[in-house]
């Protein structure tokens, strides 16, 4: 099967999407972007090829009479059971690079001691893994830095304890090898895992077997590649292959809704308000200037600042009883003024809810300065997925420019990924 690939590096996060030669989606695929964009860029290509084997199997196991009505729990299975095998895998990875960082001087006469405590906290992360892939446990990350990291802080703190252990080596340990670990992407063959996945017993039974061979069978060719996104000219392709962001979210826009006409695009380090025409080709657009005010990145550093995970800032800012007005969207001045207004016996929820106000008050003038924004609206980017941002752009696109469809995709964060692998399925055309 001839495969066409979109490749979005984000500042914050790399996506994949995968296409067939009739422009169907075929699978996608996230992780974090790292410091090594190589790295972000290959497994954000795997993810999506995980993906794309997810979408045979489906299409296979449709076939398959007596598995009727229990496909989607089947695959939830097999899948589950493949992160589990891959997680363990990078597991191990983990645990060699600090077995090998325990050479140093740092611990020259605690090696033994060390080493010990090590595979002491190993050994529990590898028993306690069954339950982060239990059947209807749902995860707050799936990223491996996020779930090992978790677990490693919990268990690391108890073992060191016991063993009369400062917890700062194994944390110093643990911090210079997840970076070793996330700079390379999980060793083993996708298939072969996914055949390791269905030993050890799917929701089928036997009549799942035949029909996951013969998917896995089907060869995944690599046709075409088309990068963009923040960090495109990092991406390990000829330029030819590289589109820039605004074309490619103004394309994907298009894909996910055809009558799409403006586009507002909220990512890590940008906000670009985007005109497009009936066929998705950008007639006019704008960007931020200079720095990451109001973007996503600003967004991370208040969660920081506030303890908080970047998913709690919207739900927290839609609790609100007032808006306290925030003077600026600088991400060099929100811890200031962010600790000034909490000293001042602001609520927390009522600065969240004038910090979103202000960012898409800023998303507004972009917007404005790209032509204001036409019938259909739609808003793409990881801010889409912030409540408290999207109620508050609806009520100022309403107030300014009427009763206007606003469309927002739940991929919609794989937007540009998707108008990049639309660009590679035309180039091989």
Known sequence: MRC????????????????????QVLGRGITNSRSNYDTAALVSKQEALIDTRLTLFRRALAGVPALAGRVETILADLERHFRHIQFLEQLDDLERTCAEAVRGPRFSGRERAVAEALAAVFARLRAGSAALYAPGVRRKSDFFRDLAGAAFMTEGEAVCRAAGLPF????????????????RPPAGAMEDKFLRALERGAAGGTDLAAPVRAA???????????????????????????????????????????????VLDIGGQDTKGIQVDADGIVENFQMNDRCAAGCGRYLGYIADEMNIGLHELG???????????????????????????????????????????????????????????????????????????????????????????????????????????????????
Not at 173 to 182: F, G, P, Q, R, T
Not at 223 to 245: D, M
């Open 4 to 23: 066409f690939i979109g490749i979005d590096l984000g500042s914050t996060t790399t996506k994949a999407v995968v296409m067939d030669e009739n422009s």
């Open 168 to 183: 700062d080596l194994l944390l110093n340990l643990y911090d210079k090898s997840i970076i070793a670990v996330e700079n």
């Open 216 to 262: 896995l069978a089907i060869p995944l060719e690599e046709a075409h590649v088309v990068g963009t996104g923040y960090g495109r000219v990092r991406l390990p392709f000829p330029k030819e292959q590289i589109r820039s962001e605004i074309l490619c979210h103004g394309l994907g826009a298009h894909i996910m809704y055809p009558g799409t006409r403006t």
């Open 315 to 429: 739900p927290l800012a839609s609790n609100a009883t007032r808006q306290v007005r925030i003077n600026s969207t600088c991400t060099v001045f929100a811890g200031a003024e962010l600790r000034d207004r909490l000293a001042l016996g602001e609520k927390r929820e009522d600065i969240l809810a004038g910090l979103h106000r202000a960012i898409m008050l800023r998303a507004m003038s972009i917007l404005s300065r790209a032509g204001g924004v036409r019938d259909q609206f739609t808003f793409t980017g990881g801010v889409a997925k912030n409540e408290a941002a999207v109620n508050e752009l609806r009520g100022l696109i309403r107030d300014n420019y009427g009763e206007v469809q606003i469309n927002i995709d739940p991929d919609s964060i794989y937007t540009g990924a998707l108008g990049g692998a639309a660009f590679a399925v035309r180039a091989a055309a």
